[in-house]
Each structure stands twice: as C-alpha cells, then as structure tokens.
C-alpha cells in the first residue's frame, strides 16, 4: 500500500524548533518520503493552559505503510523525542504528531480515526493544513480544507512563525 499521509506537528516543550526538525528526519528515516510542508505558525493551547505556545507545521509524507503501522511509528518517533502521555486530557509536549488525513481514506475503529475528528475546529490545524492541501477534499465532511477554514469556529490566535524548518 502507498498513500500520502497528512501529519500535523506540535511542539510547546523544549527547544521547539529543533525537535520539530528531529521529528521531521525521523518521519523520512522510517516512514517515507517528504513531499510538502507548510510555513509554521505558532498557536495559542487549544482546551488548557500553558506556560508556551505551540509551534505547529503540517507535512506530507509519501509512504508504503499502512495508516496504522504509520500510527505506531508515529508514536514510537513520539516517545523517543521525550512525549510523556499522562492521561487523557491536553498537555504540553515536546512533539505531537497527528494524523490527519492518510489519501482519502476513512478509518474510525479503537486505535485510529482518519480524518482526524476534530481538524475541523481548529484554526491551528486548518491554517498550515491550506498551505499544502487546500483543495483537498475531506473525504466525511465533503468540503475543501480551504472551506473548512472559512466556517470554522475557532477564534484563538494562530500566527505566522517564520517560513519553514529543514
């Protein structure tokens, strides 16, 4: 199986960049092919507070795993760059990285929900997501990621960080 997977990146912890950067090398170690990214923006916490905001970019990856063997690469990349999960709610991390969409592919079962189910609601997803998936069609809600921006709700702060890392 090759698709194109979609993966939003998040860092509030640590020296953000460089771990976004180390995040990015591991993705093309182990997953696949680096095939866009977008600018970066910085972002208010989106559902808790934080003592830094995050640093978010959206990459595309050209890859030959399957979305749930991505997933758990995905993690392990995760862990290894100093993610701690400690329960369910929202908290700073060192990196997050989500999936957001794998092709047009549909996956809702106990490990994996592709699309991710909340991109919609987030300006801090949608903004990097249009800048290399605009016209890309989210394959539920039936709207261009250019459309989910324009009706989406949230108002929090998202800003322009600076061109590109790597």
């Given amino acids: 199986m090759e698709g194109i997977s979609l993966v939003l990146m998040g860092s509030n912890l640590g020296q953000r960049e460089d771990i976004m950067n180390q995040a990015v090398n591991m993705m093309l170690d182990r997953c696949g092919e680096l095939i866009g990214k977008s600018l970066i923006y910085e972002t208010e916490p989106w559902g808790f507070k934080a003592e830094q905001n995050f640093l978010n970019q959206v990459v595309a990856i050209r890859t030959e795993m399957t979305p749930h063997n991505l ?96």
């Fill in 71 to 166: 997933l758990r690469e995905l993690m392990s990349i995760e862990k290894e760059l100093g993610r701690v999960r400690i329960g369910l709610g929202y908290q700073s991390r060192p990196i997050d990285l989500d999936i957001l969409y794998y092709d047009d592919i549909i996956i809702n079962d106990d490990e994996l929900i592709i699309p991710h189910p909340r991109l919609q609601m987030r300006r801090f997803t949608l903004l990097p997501l249009n800048d290399i998936a605009a016209d890309f069609v989210h394959p539920i809600l039936k709207k261009t990621n250019k459309e989910l921006l324009e009706y989406c709700e949230d108002t929090s702060e998202v800003k322009l960080y600076k061109k590109k890392l790597l």
